[in-house]
């Protein structure tokens, strides 16, 4: 049985008490993990704390980003390592860790060594009643100690997406992993240690949300700004937690987001993205789809297309190469996704496909399986038209014009992100500009560069991360004013 411990100061401690990290595949227990305490949250943010004066804080911008590119190789060197623990985390299929998450997780920090190498610096000159004037330029200055706050259904990912800006702009960092997905926390620990990060600088401390280690770190008083990905609530939760301090938050959260499909689409780049949407990583995406609109005219062919498809797609373990869908992160998550399945059922929806348990062998049966599942036919108001499942399904709903698919898609507390399906290039410039949401993909789905603005709108999210928008959440813009 695998002993998980915290990192802290750059050295790995365990603790009185641990927890139990279950297979997602089996519900076995994989690892016992030891649940950091407020003492170890406190230790974890003062080294933090003194790291920020200590090597680190005086290290070059150069000799910063090259510790990060190295960081970056490192990982890739340590690739089969990263994708075995993420696989052995999450469940999700072999070829999601391996094309996506990992190889993301590395380029995180490449990007964001270049992001801070290439920022400009803004410079003004201003004229003075005495006739010599003075010059103004920015200076940007570490925020201090991050805290980071994870979710479970991209655990490498959405840590480094934080991590990276995080030292890359010269601040040391405290991250919580989602209590489902510690290891690759930890297992990029061991990189830090043997690329040379200064210990102090990355920090991981385990445990859960409220009265645990989530809550010890976001109300740490040495904190100095805190980033977040998770849900909605939790969101809501830290942001109070933030305020005793009056200290910023970055918060990346939920989503209900709507797929528009118009009739003049290429149905099968439609279906194979939408497909990908849907049901990509189990559902667990917080980009994800789980509202379709299909105009009218398409609507009967394509809830059989994708029917079709969706039948096609293979539960299996991250071992098993055909496989194209994992199970749900837990058992907890399963029992409220099929509670959704139910509740569709008792509201009213056709049942298109799947709505159930699938039937899996013996030494999986205990898995956290469940299956795709499609539905049409229920009014916008029903709870899983309007609520985030988090789960492999979608509703389907036939539109008549592109004004109500508009109204019907923004009807919604989320503003993450959607995707339009049309070959009407006007079309698409107009329905892209009138969808409130962070994102908006046109005939696509989960393509971004790194190097544009990454966030959420309405109650998915606030603030903006990526590329030099990442800048504004983790330094401080000074301005120097100098009297000539
Ligand atoms: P969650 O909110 O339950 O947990 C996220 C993290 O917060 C965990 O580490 C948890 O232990 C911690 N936490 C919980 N309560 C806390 C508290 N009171 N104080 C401090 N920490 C606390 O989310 P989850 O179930 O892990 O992840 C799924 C959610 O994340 C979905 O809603 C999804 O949409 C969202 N998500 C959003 C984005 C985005 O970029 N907007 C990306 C991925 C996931």
């Not at 003062?46 to 070059?60: D, N």
Request: proline letters at 5%; aromatic letters at 8%.
């Amino acid at each position: 049985m695998k002993q998980l411990q915290n990192f802290i100061d750059g050295a790995f401690r365990g603790s009185d008490k641990t927890f139990d990290k279950r297979s997602p595949v089996t519900n076995k227990v994989v690892a016992k993990v030891a649940e950091a305490s407020r003492a170890d949250v406190d230790a974890a943010v003062s080294a933090a704390k003194r790291a920020l004066t200590g090597p680190w804080g005086r290290m070059t911008l150069a000799q910063r980003t090259e510790l990060l590119d190295a960081l970056a190789k490192e990982m890739m060197r340590r690739f089969d390592d990263f994708v075995a623990t993420e696989a052995e985390d999450t469940g999700m299929p072999g070829h999601i860790s391996k094309h996506v998450f990992v190889p993301r997780g590395a380029a995180n920090f490449q990007v964001f060594a270049d992001v801070v190498k290439n920022v400009p610096t803004e410079f003004f000159e201003m004229v003075t009643p005495d006739g010599k004037g003075a010059i103004n330029y920015g200076v940007r200055r570490p925020v201090g100690v991050v805290g980071i706050v994870c979710p479970w259904n991209a655990p490498l990912l959405l840590m480094t997406w934080k991590v990276a800006p995080a030292l890359a702009c010269g601040n040391t960092v405290v991250v919580k992993p989602s209590e489902e997905t510690p290891q690759t926390a930890l297992l990029l620990a061991e990189v830090m240690n043997a690329v040379g990060i200064p210990p102090g600088v990355y920090n991981v401390v385990n445990g859960f949300g409220p009265d645990s280690t989530g809550e010890f770190l976001t109300t740490h008083p040495d904190v100095d700004a805190i980033t977040f990905t998770g849900e909605t609530r939790t969101g809501a939760a830290i942001m109070k937690a933030a305020a005793t301090g009056a200290r910023p938050v970055s918060l990346e959260m939920g989503g209900k987001n709507a797929g528009i499909i118009f009739a003049d689409c290429n149905l099968d780049a439609t279906i194979e993205g939408v497909l990908r949407s849907c049901f990509g990583n189990t559902g667990q995406v917080c980009l994800g789809t789980e509202r379709l609109f299909v105009e009218r005219p398409l609507f009967d062919k394509f809830v059989a297309t994708f029917k079709a498809a969706a039948e096609k797609l293979k539960l299996g373990t991250p071992e098993d190469d055909h496989a194209t869908m994992g199970p749900l992160i837990s058992q907890e998550h399963r029992q409220k996704v099929l509670s959704y399945y139910a509740k569709a059922v008792e509201e009213g929806a056709t049942v298109v496909t799947g709505g159930g348990v699938p039937d899996m062998p013996a030494e999986l049966a205990e898995g956290a399986w469940v299956q795709p599942t499609i539905w049409t036919g229920l009014p916008d108001t029903a709870a899983v038209v309007t609520e985030e499942i988090f789960g492999p399904c979608c509703h389907i709903s036939p539109f008549d014009t592109e004004e109500e698919v508009i109204r019907r898609a923004n009807n919604t507390r989320y503003g993450l992100s959607s995707s339009i399906w049309t070959n009407d290039l006007a079309r698409a410039h107009r329905v892209a500009a009138a969808i409130e949401a962070g994102i908006v993909w046109v005939n696509a789905w989960f393509l971004r560069d790194l190097r544009t603005a990454f966030g959420g709108s309405k109650q998915s999210g606030i603030g903006r991360e990526g590329g030099v928008h990442s800048l504004e959440f983790y330094t401080e813009l000074k301005n120097v004013c100098i009297k000539l």
